[in-house]
């Protein structure tokens, strides 16, 4: 490939909008384990809004509400319920990381500004992805603060324990009919990202209901984008209901590497973090379809944790129900043992386990 124009180190955080960010903040410490490390809000001279930034290992996620009837986070809110607003991305050039995708057509939201406070400055800024989602360019490299300038240290008397959550393994956007090639290539041509793989309906669908995903990816690999399109089915797809109850496109799931599933996963459930259940039938062919692995099943069944293998290796997985009223945003948790894919050999497991609930929520 050629030269790189849009080089990023990795994720440098996601940011929620959702109703009440002192409470969704204590949802991430209580069960989750992410450490409050900073907060923004009247106190600091926000008058609209407040902020609570929380931190595990490499994920940083800031969680926003309004305090106001009119802001545009009380209206994101409004329409999409909770959700994820800003996907941002560690660059070294704020600036220009801007003018290379805009001038590839990307729409601007922030233009490049320098903020700065008595730990440095950073430069930031924005443009838009599917939906009205955003993507933000954060050059940090002269700043050592507590996460940016407008921030303060906070934090929390709440004794957290970390649950081994490392980092941002990938964030999939769910688009409308039709959309999914307009956004991959948006991706490619704009942001310089590569697809990496394809899955089409026959891929992806059970008795009922299909999607269609493709998976991008940024040059060092470190940013995995996959994009999901509904297709059609006898009933509706689980990512119609998501794009009915979203109101729109918008990011379906953030998917977080551990290096020890089972530890992380035991913990979530005694936090009270409800996943999907596939059949216990599950379990009684894995072996012959998975091969040897160095976890015994029993903790796996127990724990209802799912394993695919690839060329390269294999990965262990597993999924949350949606972490809103809304039938929208949920967790992946995985852990790769060498596999660079997503998991296809359980989509079907997995996708009739979202119909079973859809089903429950009276939406298939
Ligand atoms: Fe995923």
Same mark, same amino acid.
Request: one cysteine or more.
């Given at each position: 490939?050629?030269?790189?124009?849009?080089?990023?180190?990795?994720?440098?955080?996601?940011?929620?909008?959702?109703?009440?960010?002192?409470?969704?903040?204590?949802?991430?410490?209580?069960?989750?384990?992410?450490?409050?490390?900073?907060?923004?809000?009247?106190?600091?001279?926000?008058?609209?809004?407040?902020?609570?930034?929380?931190?595990?290992?490499?994920?940083?996620?800031?969680?926003?509400?309004?305090?106001?009837?009119?802001?545009?986070?009380?209206?994101?809110?409004?329409?999409?319920?909770?959700?994820?607003?800003?996907?941002?991305?560690?660059?070294?050039?704020?600036?220009?990381?801007?003018?290379?995708?805009?001038?590839?057509?990307?729409?601007?939201?922030?233009?490049?500004?320098?903020?700065?406070? #008595?730990?440095? +400055?950073?430069?930031?800024?924005?443009?838009?992805?599917?939906?009205?989602?955003?993507?933000?360019?954060?050059?940090?490299?002269?700043?050592?603060?507590?996460?940016?300038?407008?921030?303060?240290?906070?934090?929390? #008397?709440?004794?957290?324990?970390?649950?081994? $959550?490392?980092?941002?393994?990938?964030?999939?956007?769910?688009?409308?009919?039709?959309?999914?090639?307009?956004?991959?290539?948006?991706?490619?041509?704009?942001?310089?990202?590569?697809?990496?793989?394809?899955?089409?309906?026959?891929?992806?669908?059970?008795?009922?209901?299909?999607?269609?995903?493709?998976?991008?990816?940024?040059?060092?690999?470190?940013?995995?984008?996959?994009?999901?399109?509904?297709?059609?089915?006898?009933?509706?797809?689980?990512?119609?209901?998501?794009?009915?109850?979203?109101?729109?496109?918008?990011?379906?799931?953030?998917? %977080?590497?551990?290096?020890?599933?089972?530890?992380?996963?035991?913990?979530?459930?005694?936090?009270?973090?409800?996943?999907?259940?596939?059949?216990?039938?599950?379990?009684?062919?894995?072996?012959?379809?998975?091969? #040897?692995? #160095?976890?015994?099943?029993?903790?796996?069944?127990?724990?209802? %944790?799912?394993?695919?293998?690839?060329?390269?290796?294999? $990965?262990?997985?597993?999924?949350?129900?949606?972490?809103?009223?809304?039938?929208?945003?949920?967790?992946?948790?995985?852990?790769?043992?060498?596999?660079?894919?997503?998991?296809?050999?359980?989509?079907?497991?997995?996708? +009739?386990?979202?119909?079973?609930?859809?089903?429950?929520?009276?939406?298939?």
């Amino acid at each position: 490939m050629d030269q790189d124009f849009l080089p990023i180190n990795g994720t440098d955080y996601l940011e929620f909008y959702v109703g009440n960010a002192k409470q969704s903040a204590m949802y991430y410490q209580t069960a989750f384990g992410y450490e409050l490390v900073a907060y923004a809000g009247p106190e600091t001279g926000l008058r609209d809004r407040a902020s609570y930034v929380l931190k595990q290992d490499k994920i940083r996620l800031v969680l926003t509400s309004s305090i106001v009837q009119d802001s545009p986070v009380s209206d994101h809110v409004k329409k999409h319920g909770d959700g994820v607003k800003v996907l941002a991305l560690w660059v070294d050039d704020a600036k220009k990381s801007f003018e290379e995708t805009t001038s590839r057509g990307a729409i601007a939201v922030e233009e490049p500004r320098t903020i700065k406070d #008595e730990h440095g +400055e950073v430069v930031v800024s924005a443009i838009q992805t599917y939906g009205e989602t955003i993507h933000r360019f954060v050059e940090r490299k002269n700043y050592n603060g507590a996460f940016l300038p407008g921030y303060i240290k906070k934090e929390s #008397e709440l004794e957290v324990k970390p649950i081994g $959550l490392k980092y941002v393994d990938h964030c999939v956007g769910n688009v409308g009919w039709g959309e999914m090639n307009k956004w991959v290539e948006f991706y490619e041509k704009v942001m310089g990202f590569s697809l990496l793989i394809t899955f089409d309906d026959k891929d992806i669908s059970t008795d009922y209901t299909a999607l269609m995903s493709k998976v991008v990816s940024n040059g060092n690999g470190y940013i995995k984008f996959p994009i999901n399109e509904p297709a059609e089915g006898k009933k509706k797809s689980q990512i119609e209901e998501y794009l009915d109850f979203y109101n729109g496109a918008g990011v379906q799931h953030i998917a %977080i590497a551990t290096d020890d599933i089972i530890h992380t996963v035991s913990e979530l459930r005694k936090r009270g973090v409800d996943f999907l259940r596939v059949p216990e039938t599950y379990y009684e062919d894995l072996t012959d379809r998975v091969g #040897e692995i #160095e976890e015994d099943i029993k903790p796996l069944k127990d724990l209802n %944790i799912l394993v695919d293998r690839d060329e390269e290796g294999y $990965l262990l997985q597993i999924f949350t129900k949606p972490v809103q009223d809304r039938p929208t945003l949920f967790y992946e948790i995985i852990q790769r043992k060498g596999a660079k894919s997503f998991g296809k050999g359980n989509f079907k497991a997995l996708f +009739e386990a979202i119909e079973r609930e859809q089903e429950l929520r009276g939406n298939l």
